[in-house]
């Protein structure tokens, strides 16, 4: 009994050591792969956001997970995050504001529709809107307008 466990004790150990050294791994030199990457490296993009604190704008930025700016526009609409509301920050656009459309033109004027009438909103609320529009086009002014229920508010820039 025991002399058949010897065995196959051995011929495990014997097939662990032949596989191992039968891999086929063969050692040899460094090989040369070129230059290292160089260049420009774009910094990962952000969402920018205008939240409120104090009474005052303040600008926010979240990982971009590449929404589309009316679904940007909503998070305005949402509560803060909480992370944020523990900064004290608040937003002044109600939720029943979303959802929000918006049509650009070439003229560089961007008209922002949303849900309710605009004409309700806070100034500071029309001024997260706009200056949250703004910041999806940092490298151009361009003049927003905030329309809703025939109603509108505008054109604005952002007041930064």
């Known amino acids: 009994m025991r002399s058949g466990l010897a065995r196959r004790a051995l011929a495990a150990a014997l097939v662990s050591l032949l596989a191992a050294a039968g891999c086929g791994v063969q050692p040899s030199d460094a090989i040369d792969a070129g230059d290292p990457p160089s260049g420009f490296v774009a910094p990962p993009r952000k969402i ?25 526009l909503a998070l305005l609409a949402a509560k803060p995050t909480a992370s944020e509301r523990a900064r004290g920050l608040t937003t002044e656009v109600p939720p029943e504001a979303a959802p929000f459309s918006l049509a650009a033109e070439p003229t560089g004027h961007v008209k922002v529709t949303l849900s309710t009438p605009a004409g309700d909103l806070s100034t500071l609320a029309v001024d997260q809107i706009v200056c949250t529009v703004a910041a999806m086009a940092p490298e151009s002014r361009v003049q927003i307008t905030v329309a809703g229920a025939g109603q509108s508010v505008g054109p604005r820039d952002c007041p930064r």
């Open 48 to 72: 920018i956001l205008y939240l409120v604190k104090d009474g005052r704008l303040r600008m926010v930025t979240r990982p971009d997970r590449r929404l589309p700016p009316a679904d940007t």
